[in-house]
């Protein structure tokens, strides 16, 4: 079966502390991408990757770090720093191209920070 | 002022009905249009696309831009109460890095 799997879907942490959220992708995508989900927000992108090793803030990068270490894996740390960290974290992959327009979506996890 | 606006709606809507559903932009670079469905507590999926202007039918969907007036929309038809979900316009630029663009979502309820 070919998609994206984040974990855990639900995750509880303390204010103060760092969390790593998970995103594995078997799709072969060059293209990752880590967005937050806030009601009545949208999608606003954190980070992307395009190739491993090196990845681009978003619009929304301050609080979070990420790696690209495989091209398969794209974890996002929340950090201590985010002062708004609790929300519905959702990781995508699309291939690469002037043309590419559809992303592959995970299930996502919801944080609660509390 | 957002580059994407989208009516975060509830919408609620009998069976059967025909349900339109807009955005407005503000970046005339935009020529890609998409719409994702997102199912509560579920990840988006692609829905339409739509490339430049015009208009584009799948089944009980169509998708339409007018770009002069920076304008799109999403018709269902004969609507389910299976199409209940939020329907998100997402737009990006020709090259642009693939980065897209979303629109806030319309959260819509198609009631028996």
């Known amino acids: 079966d070919g998609g994206i799997t984040q974990s855990p879907k639900y995750l509880f942490r303390k204010e103060g502390q760092n969390v790593t959220l998970s995103c594995e992708q078997n799709l072969n995508h060059d293209a990752m991408y880590w967005y937050r989900q806030d009601p009545g927000q949208g999608l606003r992108l954190i980070y992307y990757s395009q190739i491993v090793n090196d990845f681009q803030k978003g619009d929304i990068a301050e609080g979070y770090s990420v790696s690209r270490e495989k091209k398969e894996s794209f974890p996002l740390t929340v950090t201590s720093a985010q002062k708004n960290p609790t929300a519905f974290y959702l990781c995508?992959?699309?291939?690469?191209?002037?043309?590419?327009?559809?992303?592959?979506f995970g299930p996502g996890t919801r944080l609660t920070v509390t | 002022q957002k580059e994407v606006e989208q009516d975060p709606g509830p919408l609620s809507v009998p069976e059967g009905a025909i349900v339109s559903l807009n955005c407005t932009y503000s970046?005339?670079?935009?020529?890609?249009f998409m719409w994702y469905r997102q199912y509560s507590r579920k990840g988006p999926e692609l829905l339409m696309y739509t490339y430049s202007s015009g208009n584009k039918e799948d089944g009980r969907f169509t998708a339409q831009v007018d770009k002069s007036s920076k304008y799109i929309s999403l018709f269902i038809r004969d609507s389910q109460p299976s199409d209940s979900a939020t329907y998100l316009c997402?737009?990006?630029?020709?090259?642009?890095?693939?980065?897209?663009?979303f629109g806030t979502g319309t959260q819509l309820k198609v009631e028996l």
């Open positions: 970046n005339s670079a935009f020529q890609y």
């Open positions: 997402a737009m990006r630029m020709e090259g642009g890095g693939n980065k897209l663009t």
């Open positions: 995508a992959s699309s291939t690469l191209g002037h043309a590419t327009y559809e992303q592959y």
